[in-house]
């Protein structure tokens, strides 16, 4: 059986910030990773990666930030006014918010405050990076139709 629409997946993996060489996340040591591909529960390039793979398939894929969280957009750094956080206590750079919107829920990171403004960037934390992934294909199974109208594994 090989990746493709409406199965679930189950991989093993590794993904490095390409510029520093930092470890963002792995499975190494804890349970793998499952999924159901097709339904854009993974980055984009990711799951590109894995279709037609087959169980026991390794490999090493670098995903571009327009097939990751996308490329970071100063459009997406605003300064707020410190009344929008009423009933907030303390607002530190580095604390997260959710904002909502008309678009539905964005999330905020802090990344300055002084006495009127909050500066918050709504950009993935990933955004603009470079993502080299270390992939193992532990196990592939068909979707429930329950798991494909739902979008997700069960």
Same mark, same amino acid.
């Given at each position: 059986?090989?990746? #493709?629409?409406?199965?679930?997946?189950?991989?093993? =993996? /590794?993904?490095? %910030?390409?510029? @520093? $060489?930092?470890?963002?996340?792995?499975? &190494?040591?804890? &349970?793998?990773?499952? =999924?159901?591909?097709?339904?854009?529960?993974?980055?984009?390039?990711?799951?590109?990666?894995?279709?037609? /793979?087959?169980?026991?398939?390794? !490999?090493?894929?670098?995903?571009?930030? #327009? %097939?990751? =969280? $996308? &490329?970071? @957009?100063? %459009?997406?750094?605003?300064?707020?006014?410190?009344?929008? !956080?009423?009933?907030? &206590?303390?607002?530190?750079? $580095?604390?997260? !918010?959710?904002?909502?919107?008309?678009?539905?829920?964005?999330?905020?990171?802090?990344?300055?405050? +002084?006495?009127?403004?909050?500066?918050? +960037?709504?950009?993935?934390?990933?955004?603009?990076?470079?993502?080299? !992934?270390?992939?193992?294909?532990?196990?592939?199974? +068909?979707?429930? +139709?329950?798991?494909? #109208?739902?979008?997700?594994?069960?």
């Amino acid at each position: 059986m090989t990746i #493709a629409q409406h199965k679930v997946v189950t991989i093993h =993996y /590794k993904v490095v %910030d390409v510029d @520093s $060489g930092e470890t963002i996340d792995s499975s &190494e040591g804890g &349970e793998p990773m499952t =999924y159901l591909h097709g339904a854009q529960n993974i980055i984009p390039g990711l799951e590109n990666a894995l279709e037609g /793979k087959s169980v026991g398939d390794e !490999f090493e894929v670098t995903v571009e930030p #327009a %097939d990751a =969280y $996308g &490329e970071h @957009s100063d %459009d997406r750094i605003q300064q707020v006014p410190m009344e929008a !956080f009423e009933g907030v &206590e303390s607002i530190e750079p $580095g604390m997260a !918010f959710t904002a909502q919107t008309e678009e539905g829920p964005v999330n905020l990171i802090v990344t300055e405050v +002084d006495e009127a403004t909050v500066t918050v +960037d709504a950009n993935h934390p990933l955004a603009g990076k470079s993502l080299a !992934f270390s992939v193992k294909v532990e196990a592939i199974r +068909d979707a429930s +139709d329950e798991e494909k #109208a739902h979008g997700h594994v069960h």
